[in-house]
């Protein structure tokens, strides 16, 4: 994986807490509260940026349309958070995608690396599906009667997606401390 390892190690506890949270609440209200995202933007603005210094390992060179541009990495990873909320906006607005799961995929792209992005797809899938597979279960269970109150049991087709993405993120970081550069 392209994810430094340290950098990985450094996230996944101020990340973790995060993320369960937003998992809970949207388990609990089908919502990703805006407090949870935005700290989890601020987690790889103050983390990320000793972690990953700008003025440290030099330059990377990018493409932003048609500019070449050099940047160092920890710019270039917060850049993430626009292309990603800009493709969320569109999902949303063609109902592929709640506001909440946008917002959370913006909120935790500056944590990915680019070259990282087929595995963190694969991790995607199959925290997806073992996420559905988990909650139609314990819906149809007495498991159900641990939190009997929850909106996701009962909004049909709607399923809460903050509970694989934020999965998704912890199980990244994860790999990415075991298998980083």
Sequence with gaps: MAIPALAAAW???FVLPICL???FTDLREMRIKNHAVLLLVLVFVVVGFFVLPPWSGGL?????GPLDIKLPIYVWQLTHIIVVLVIGIVLNAAGALGAGDAKFCAAAAPFIWLSDLMPLLVILMATTLG???THRLAK???LRQIAPHWKSWDRGR???MGFPLAGSLIIYL???IINGS
């Design 11 to 13: 996230f996944l506890p």
């Design 21 to 23: 949270y937003v998992a």
């Design 60 to 64: 990377v060179p990018g493409r932003i």
């Design 131 to 133: 996420a559905v597979a």
């Design 140 to 142: 149809h269970t007495a």
């Design 158 to 160: 709607k399923f809460p």
């Design 174 to 176: 994860i790999l990415g």
